[in-house]
């Protein structure tokens, strides 16, 4: 009994975390549309992180000055 009453309890929890009891957005176009912009604002920035984070942002220094070629 115990354990059933702790099995509901985890279900229940975990469908009200991941939005089926209470929607996660509101229902209103509007608002729902800035709320969704605001939670893929930070998923926005993945690219740019990526690239600091390998240096693909920076210019490449193993490249050789380019020189004239002619006499001076």
């Known amino acids: 009994m115990r354990t059933r009453f702790g099995i509901a309890l985890v279900v229940m929890l975990a469908a ?3 939005g089926c009891i209470f929607p996660i957005y509101s229902s209103s176009p509007d ?3 800035r709320q969704l912009i605001f939670a893929s604002e930070s998923y ?3 690219p740019e992180i990526w690239e600091r984070i390998w240096g693909l942002d920076m210019p490449d220094v193993a490249t050789p000055y ?5 006499v001076i």
């Open 16 to 18: 009200a975390q991941i």
């Open 66 to 70: 380019r020189t004239h070629g002619g």
């Open 31 to 33: 608002v729902r549309a």
């Open 44 to 46: 926005r920035h993945v």
